[in-house]
């Protein structure tokens, strides 16, 4: 009988940096969590504890301060910088992946006019970024979770499936409810990537406005269509949409004439509706798609 | 031996609620959560299991999305309708404590303007009331939780007292990080609450970045000093801020020449400051508070 | 218009501590959360950032990291420690209270023999403790939370008040799930802390076992008062016991024959019970506390 | 241009389920939080909203409630037992996942003795199971999570790589702090989940603490081996282990003596040390694995 040590690695988590620029008139600051992980040749260790190839998770940890200490640029070129780095220079680091979370601060007004060095947090405004690289290169995912959306009308599910433990009513006329975490990859040789954030965004936003929904499907489709087809290097987006249920409650028993719609908010059970909408050649017909 | 039943109550928490108020153009959405206590004569209860005196939890749950769909107006309005029909509704009810959270959410903009119907969570405005009440009368708090600032300059710490276990180095510049809360009172008969939090948040907020802080004491009684001299009925408020430390990293092992100063952030341990600040007589100096 | 400063203090909350005993031939391991609060003549920094009379929180920490280090006993003895050596040593601080929550952990079975030194975490057991110290003396609280009961069977909700808003159907025959969080005093000058948390723990989950519950506060009621029976010392137990919802899944519409009942297990919202249960004096009949 | 729908699914999360079975005269109850996730043909839901193909998420809940009310064995008979329901009943359902996960509860002792119909919450053991099937056949996997260990001797870390960044210190005796997390396969036509759970989680913890490791690598490969070697038909399994840091406290500026080793704990940043472990051919040498 024999054990054999398949797939492994191992790295740093939860790795939170803030830098403070105040350099200029301005300050500015940036709020990071980031986690690393190595892939390569380090069986001696899994098998003898010969740490020879291994560098600790510290100096991993010590190695994202210091380069988050620099002009970085977005989240995603520093990602790809600590993997390049990683992986250039230790020989037996064959990949490496960082994942970066960016939470953003705005500046506080103070009698209207924005403080040059003080910041609310916006809390809603987590961007991601995640690089993985090995011997093929370097592949760079953009993404984004929070944003929280509630669609007040527009909004039906009907005509759906039914087996025997079908129970739930058609609805004409719903609200709808969800949390959007999605990420994208892009075309070509991408630069800017805080405006095509900033874009994509935008897009996922203005098409769950904008979409009359039959069902958080097609919105997730056309979410993903509307980002493809407003944002032109974006190659593919996966989105993961949960259906946060709203409940209407019946206040008939209640003799109530109510001046609003009234409902329980659920936070279990939830729906989860996922999708990754790519890129076509031009020449396809938008609705053949196979 | 006797055993005594001393203080007692029950009721309901994490009642969730949402409105959609769909009659105009423009629909408004409400986000609550709410929490019910009730006191009184429940003994038999406790003693016997005879629940003749006891309105169920699950009946105060109802009563709180009944009102919730009227116009009620504020939450301080709605807290304080629900103590009454609690109290004057059930002979039993000697007092009744509504606690209600509302989160904020505002309209998503699509092509520059403001939807009728969509709407994006603002997760840092987290608005606060309870009204308490019993036979003499109710007393009305409000609040506010989650409003995360951060200090780039103008904060130093230093000439503290020591002891036996003091290690910590003088600062003469640091970063200042908190995360406010805060409940207030109101003197006389008041009104228009929400008016009154925005003024409170933004005196709030404006006194956190424009005091050099050579305390986060300092900075707590100045925020609290501005809302009593700025917001005209505000009798007492009472501050909690967390002190979220950042630690500065040396760079220095590493030979880089940072761009920016880069901290640790941690979560635990953290320093609380607490204090409240209340309106005294106007012929009061202000420096003699004692 | 004059600013007072009310009530204030401040100190250190976070603070993890893990304690490693490795002198005998079995170790031992404590895992402490400590958090600080001092009161007292600290104005000056709240009005003037003069730090002269503030003990820095940072200092706070060391001083428990450095008592946690000897042979303290219990967590109540060195809650009650630490109040005494920041009143004692430093003559601003008026004020002191320490609470102290402490996660159990045992020895792991190796070949049915328990390893002398290696342990996994029993997270139901959480002990609590707080010392209060002022001028007048110290008190101390003894505590446990994360207790989570369920009864299947003996429990009934009836003969329920009845307002406008009850739907609640009646029930002779439901689950009773609740997650014990208490709070105890003992009288005289107690000794013994872990003897008398194992003898209230005991006590209350056999009470919780063997009440056949008419309502969560009859079940409430006899917890404490089986405490106050049989754990000599303890003059007052606070307890909370949140009450989880079961509802019944009604099965009927597909058709299936259960072999179990089955419930839906909701978060929110959920009942509060709360009471205080005292030693009263021993001549009094047990049936009549007022 | 044109968007193409890739990758798609939906289903539900956060189904709760409590079981009680009361048929016996001692009771027995399930605590069950489960996971939908269907793939198939529902194209036409994500292009127009024509829902016809698409079970609502609401019908895979109720599938769950009733497929758990029946004498459903262990969770990953139910997971595959969901699994095959989906896939079978609906032709438009090409692959069905169900992931659940199962907290344990144990009769509390009165008087010594287990109670027929009271238990308590045991939250460090979490079963794991989930079922993934599609055309060609289903897969199971079991593991477990929540699982915390604590090595008080026994441990080092030296002779690593250095890199420009390395600060750290070797240690040749620490503390070892992990929670475990593992999932595995087994081979053949495996039936007895439950006691193979026992085996492994046994194995699992038996090997943390009878290794003397050099490196948390070194202890997952021989906690993954000793799985390999004593439970027969495990194929592979995976073990994702953190790395929660223990820093001492440097008690020397303080003058105490202490009568522990006591360590500050870190809940951020975290290492993570992954690795599978396989079973390979018999007639292999061990250390030979590639």
């Not at 499936?161 to 409810?177: G, H, K």
């Not at 203005?206 to 980002?227: I, N, P, W």
Request: with cysteine.
């Amino acid at each position: 009988m024999t054990a054999i040590l398949a797939d492994h690695g191992y790295g740093k988590a939860g790795i939170r940096v803030g830098d403070v620029h105040r350099s200029g008139a301005e300050h500015r600051i940036r709020d990071l969590t980031v986690r690393t992980t190595l892939t390569g040749r380090f069986e001696d260790s899994y098998f003898t504890g010969d740490n020879s190839t291994v560098l600790p998770t510290d100096s991993q940890k010590n190695a994202v301060q210091a380069h988050a200490a620099g002009d970085f640029g977005d989240i995603e070129d520093l990602a790809a910088a600590l993997t390049a780095y990683f992986v250039d220079s230790q020989d037996v680091v064959e990949g490496a992946c960082v994942h970066i979370e960016e939470r953003a601060w705005q500046a506080v007004d103070v009698d209207g006019k924005p403080a040059p060095d003080c910041f609310q947090a916006v809390p809603d405004l987590v961007r991601l970024a995640r690089a993985e690289r090995d011997a093929a290169g370097v592949r760079i995912t953009s993404g984004l979770r929070g944003l929280r959306l509630f669609k007040s009308a527009g909004s039906e599910f009907h005509g759906f499936r039914r087996d025997r433990y079908t129970t739930l009513a058609e609805a004409t006329d719903r609200v709808l409810v969800t949390e959007v975490q999605a990420s994208w990859t892009r075309a070509g040789d991408p630069t800017d990537w805080a405006a095509a954030h900033r874009e994509v965004r935008r897009h996922l936003t203005e098409a769950f406005a904008e979409t009359h929904s039959l069902a958080l499907q097609q919105t997730l489709f056309a979410m993903g269509e509307r980002v493809i087809e407003h944002v032109r290097d974006v190659a593919s987006i996966k989105l993961t949409l949960p259906n946060q249920h709203h409940i209407p409650i019946d206040l008939a028993p209640f003799g109530v004439a109510p001046a609003a719609d009234v409902f329980t908010v659920l936070d279990e059970p939830y729906g989860v509706i996922e999708g990754t909408v790519t890129r076509g050649p031009d020449n396809r017909d938008l609705k053949d798609r196979t």
